[in-house]
């Protein structure tokens, strides 16, 4: 399928969304805490949703049952809020959240860590961050596809960290997912070229062992297999002739 390019005036909406994103985003981290519940995370997202005139992006999604994905240490996305999941000093929180706002979508992910953290979990959480900047930089008119994931994989395994395969980033507008699919890792220089207009989701999930995951059997909780950590990051972005603009930010 092609991929859609946004007018001025979609592109405006999708700023409005990518706003509200981040806002309900800074609000949710401020609440991490030990003892703190991944299900009053989730009843806390959507109070402010609401306040902000939006809709849940995920909340009934094939059937999700959260409006909140959050997944905590060896869970790498997709982990449903749930009321015993209580949190703990240590651990290492994926908070992925999207609403829809006027008829287009924003979603954004980013780790949190939950008092202090170990300096391997530390290592993890800043070049999984890190590599998310690193697809930015390259997310340029004429560039392609292959160059966001060249550049996200090259920067994550030069520091003994692996690259999920399973789950891809994808673009974004009216839709949830829409076309082209973005991996997290590939060929610098294949792939379709970034357009004015396009607007793509960049989300590097990034394993501090293997990057196998297996889904649990609630048929959404993606965990890595050899239970260790993982990290995960997101933001929206807009190609544009005067460079990339994250609307998450």
Same mark, same amino acid.
């Given at each position: 399928m092609p991929m859609e390019i946004k007018s001025p005036a979609e592109i405006a909406l999708m700023r409005e969304a990518g706003r509200i994103v981040r806002e309900i985003l800074d609000e949710l981290e401020k609440a991490v805490a030990p003892g703190v519940?991944?299900?009053?995370? *989730?009843?806390? /997202?959507?109070?402010?949703? !609401?306040?902000? =005139? /939006?809709?849940? /992006?995920?909340?009934?999604?094939?059937?999700? $049952?959260?409006?909140?994905? !959050?997944s905590v240490n060896q869970e790498v996305v997709h982990g449903?809020?749930? +009321?015993? +999941?209580?949190?703990?000093?240590?651990? &290492? &929180?994926k908070l992925d959240f999207g609403v829809v706002y006027r008829g287009f979508f924003g979603d954004s992910a980013r780790t949190v860590a939950v008092g202090k953290v170990a300096p391997e979990a530390k290592a993890l959480v800043d070049?999984?961050?890190?590599? &998310?900047?690193? @697809?930015?930089?390259?997310?340029?008119?004429?560039?392609?596809?292959?160059?966001?994931?060249? @550049?996200?994989?090259?920067?994550?395994? !030069?520091? %003994?960290?692996?690259?999920? +395969? *399973?789950?891809? %980033?994808?673009?974004? =507008? +009216?839709?949830?997912?829409?076309? $082209?699919?973005?991996?997290?890792? %590939?060929? /610098?220089?294949?792939?379709?070229?970034?357009?004015? %207009?396009m607007v793509l989701a960049v989300e590097?999930?990034?394993?501090?062992?293997?990057?196998?995951? @297996?889904?649990?059997? *609630? *048929?959404?909780? @993606?965990?890595?297999?050899?239970g260790k950590l993982s990290a995960h990051f997101e933001h929206t972005i807009l190609i544009s002739e005067r460079g990339p603009e994250v609307l998450t930010r």
């Open positions: 519940s991944t299900w009053e995370l *989730d009843a806390l /997202a959507e109070q402010l949703i !609401a306040k902000k =005139g /939006a809709k849940p /992006a995920f909340k009934g999604y094939h059937g999700f $049952p959260g409006v909140l994905c !959050a449903i809020p749930n +009321r015993k +999941r209580r949190l703990v000093a240590g651990d &290492l &929180l070049a999984t961050r890190q590599s &998310l900047e690193k @697809a930015i930089q390259v997310m340029q008119v004429g560039n392609r596809i292959g160059d966001i994931g060249h @550049a996200v994989q090259s920067h994550v395994e !030069a520091r %003994g960290f692996s690259v999920v +395969r *399973d789950f891809v %980033g994808h673009g974004i =507008g +009216r839709k949830l997912h829409e076309p $082209p699919q973005v991996p997290n890792y %590939g060929q /610098a220089g294949s792939g379709m070229k970034l357009r004015p %207009g590097p999930m990034v394993n501090q062992g293997t990057a196998d995951v @297996a889904v649990l059997e *609630d *048929d959404w909780t @993606a965990v890595t297999v050899d």
